[in-house]
């Protein structure tokens, strides 16, 4: 396989695939990594979210030309879930089984 690092602007519909086919290629996979200018995180599984930060919200709210937001502060419930949530996660290499050791005779 072969990795290609593609930045357009403005998606519209199929366009990344579409120019590849264009070359005669067939798209396999596609994976965003970001998304304006926040970088997304790799573990995240499709439907799942993330929390962004006052930074994070301020850098997109200027991207598409909007006045700064303040996010709002979690309910202590909110920052319970939260904390047992993300200690639930965990990286990816984490969640392979570990390789059985057998010994040949």
Do not use: C
Not at 24 to 50: C, P
């Amino acid at each position: 396989n072969t990795w290609f690092h593609v930045v357009i602007l403005e998606g519209r519909n199929r366009e990344v695939r579409r120019l590849w086919e264009s070359q005669e290629l067939t798209v396999s996979r596609l994976k965003r990594v970001r998304y304006g200018n926040i970088f997304l995180d790799k573990r995240t599984k499709a439907g799942e979210w993330v929390e962004l930060s006052q930074e994070e919200v301020d850098d997109l709210a200027q991207l598409a030309g909007l006045s700064a937001r303040k996010v709002p502060a979690l309910t202590p419930d909110e920052q319970n879930r939260w904390s047992r949530d993300k200690n639930k996660r965990r990286p990816v290499n984490a969640m392979r089984k570990p390789k059985s050791s057998r010994r040949s005779r």
